[in-house]
């Protein structure tokens, strides 16, 4: 089945403990993507990865660092967590930007994570 | 990015279609309109995209106006499972995949 893999799904952590949030996708996509939502802000773009070893920075990417070591793993770093940074994490993937199903992102089922 | 505007909430009678309006005034001609609905806080899902064309698959249809200023999705018999908040986004062909989300149309559908 295609699908977009996240872990954890819920974490509560503390300020400043260094966490990670995997995502993996089965697809073979070149493109996978993180998003957060937040009540009344509505889903923003943290990083993006247009392949391996290729990543740049979406609309909020302060506090969060990412790698693309693997065509199907991108994980989100939060090196020194902090409670602003409490959200909803989306992962999400899609074949190759300026093809034909550019822009038909498959999302993962979210990370709820709570920064005390 | 062109702007979309939707209605904050709408609701429809089970067995009915529900038709979700979207207004992108500000759309180009090499932008996309993209359609997805999101249940719950679970991951947003894709329902649909079309250019200029009226399209169609096993979801949903899509109706783009000639001068591509609005646009219609249309659930033509809607459940209870269609119940979720629907986004409307115009992106740009080509370059990355980024989608704007704005804050969508909460359908509410009722038994």
């Known amino acids: 089945e295609a699908q977009v893999t996240q872990n954890p799904r819920y974490l509560i952590t503390v300020t400043g403990k260094k966490l990670t949030v995997t995502c993996s996708q089965n697809?073979?996509?070149?493109?996978m993507s993180w998003y957060r939502q937040d009540p009344g802000l509505g889903l923003r773009q943290i990083y993006y990865?247009?392949?391996?070893?290729?990543?740049d920075k979406g609309d909020v990417p302060e506090g969060y660092k990412v790698s693309r070591k693997e065509k199907r793993n991108f994980p989100l770093i939060l090196e020194s967590p902090s409670p602003n940074q409490t959200s909803l994490y989306f992962c999400?993937?899609?074949?190759?930007?300026?093809?034909?199903?550019?822009?038909?992102?498959?999302f993962g089922e979210g990370s709820r994570l709570t920064v005390l | 990015d062109a702007k979309t505007t939707q209605p904050p909430s709408m609701d429809c009678a089970e067995g009915r279609a529900a038709n979700l309006p979207c207004n992108h005034s500000?759309?180009?001609?090499?932008?996309?309109v993209y359609w997805y609905r999101q249940i719950h806080s679970q991951g947003p899902q894709y329902i649909i995209h079309?250019?200029?064309n009226n399209e169609t698959n096993e979801m949903a249809s899509l109706i783009i106006t000639e001068d591509r200023k609005s646009s219609t999705l249309i659930l033509p018999h809607a459940t209870l499972r269609d119940t979720a908040v629907y986004y409307c986004?115009?992106?740009?062909?080509?370059?990355?995949?980024?989608?704007?989300f704005g804050t969508g149309t909460l359908l509410a559908v009722q038994p």
């Open positions: 999400a993937s899609s074949g190759l930007a300026g093809g034909p199903h550019t822009g038909e992102l498959f």
């Open positions: 697809m073979n996509h070149e493109y």
């Open positions: 990865s247009m392949n391996v070893e290729v990543t």
């Open positions: 500000t759309i180009s001609g090499n932008e996309y």
């Open positions: 079309g250019l200029k």
């Open positions: 986004i115009v992106r740009v062909g080509g370059a990355t995949n980024k989608l704007i």
